[in-house]
Nanobody, 117 residues
Framework: VQLVESRGGLVQAGGSLRLTCAASAISNSINDMSWYRQVPGKQRELGAT?????????NYADSVKGRFTISRDNAENTVYLQMNDLKPEDTAVYYC??????????WGQGTQVTVSS
């Protein structure tokens, strides 16, 4: 399984950005999909920033609640992350992750998001 993330980018504080992650997986074989982030100089956060389960339920880290929205297109094996009202502290490398129905985990290559103040 390969995960291909869209390019991130540079955005001013208060701006918006949308990330996409497409998985080359067998249809209907994906359970959870999520986005993790790694702040410069730190390890990747242990908990997912956002997660969306196969049934559509979602969870968000407190730091992004109300600003980020995760969604998925199961037919396209794609997960989206809409980020609004971005803050400088959102600057990080964002990694897409999925777990399939066999319990296997896969990561994307990471995409840089930089928010300027």
């Amino acid at each position: 399984v390969q995960l291909v993330e869209s390019r991130g980018g540079l955005v001013q504080a208060g701006g918006s950005l949308r990330l996409t992650c497409a998985a080359s997986a067998i249809s209907n074989s994906i359970n959870d999909m999520s986005w993790y982030r790694q702040v410069p100089g730190k390890q990747r956060e242990l908990g997912a920033t956002v997660i969306i389960r196969s049934g559509g339920s979602t969870n968000y880290a407190d730091s992004v609640k109300g600003r980020f929205t995760i969604s998925r297109d199961n037919a396209e094996n794609t997960v989206y992350l809409q980020m609004n009202d971005l803050k400088p502290e959102d600057t990080a490398v964002y990694y897409c992750w999925l777990q399939n129905i066999w319990g296997q985990n896969y990561w994307g290559q990471g995409t840089q998001v930089t928010v300027s103040s």
